[in-house]
């Protein structure tokens, strides 16, 4: 593990691309929200990036064309191609509540959550990813017909690299415990943490009755400065 001084400049990646039922589940409203939330509570130097099949919506951000048939999660498929910059990936729904400058230690080549209801699996909520090529496979060995046999992209990314003898894949609740947690299994309850990960339904938007997820989504620099 590198100390915080010695960390590089990071950029923020996010995918927003249609559903495979053509809907789009999120949208430049959840991108640019996160934006600003990481621009609030992370104080290093990074960049934004949007992996988006309609680089014409108004994102505030850099943005690069996603091929079509990458549907849904299956764009974070394309984290893995090799890269010249460190990259953290965050899922739009997530939720900033305080400083995530954590985010910045460099722990391994790869950093990836341990799934929140099976701890031998991983979730792809919040990705960790060192400059270079480590990974690549997921990405070199990934063809359409991959999605017919895996429920989704983690179950993907793990069976191709969970016996890698290559690099150093290390888990977010490992490396910053309590830091990260799950909505869900919070039973909504606000965490002590700075992040939490709304995976599958209710997404944020349909829980702002709820006053800390209604201020941290929609007041984020009130938040900070309480």
């Known amino acids: 593990m590198h100390e915080l001084s010695e960390i590089i400049p990071i950029k923020f990646v996010y995918v927003d691309v249609l559903a495979s039922d053509g809907s789009r589940p999120y949208g430049p409203f959840y991108v640019n929200n996160l934006i600003h939330a990481v ?4 104080s290093l130097p990074h960049s934004h990036l949007c992996l988006t099949d309609a680089p014409d919506l108004s994102y505030e951000c850099s943005t690069e064309l996603v091929p079509g048939w990458y549907k849904g999660w299956w764009a974070k498929i394309l984290l893995f191609r090799p890269r010249q910059f460190r990259l953290v990936f965050l899922d739009l729904d997530t939720l900033i509540l305080d400083n995530i400058n954590f985010l910045s230690t460099d722990f391994g080549d790869m950093v990836i959550l341990q799934d929140f209801y099976y701890p031998t699996r991983w979730g792809s909520a919040i990705i960790s990813l060192r400059e270079g ?3 690549h496979s997921v ?4 063809s359409p017909s991959i999605m017919q046999f895996f429920r989704g992209d983690q179950d993907w990314i793990f069976h191709t690299l969970s016996e890698s003898l290559v690099g150093d894949i290390v888990l977010w609740q490992n490396c910053v415990p309590g830091k990260i947690s799950s909505y869900k299994l919070g039973g909504g309850k606000k965490p002590s943490g700075a992040i939490v990960c709304f995976h599958g339904k209710p997404k944020i938007h349909d829980v702002l009755n709820i006053e800390w997820v209604r201020q941290a989504w929609q007041y984020p620099t009130l ?3 309480a």
């Open 39 to 42: 621009d609030i509570f992370y």
């Open 133 to 135: 090529d480590f990974g």
């Open 139 to 142: 990405y070199d060995h990934f």
């Open 223 to 225: 938040v900070a400065g």
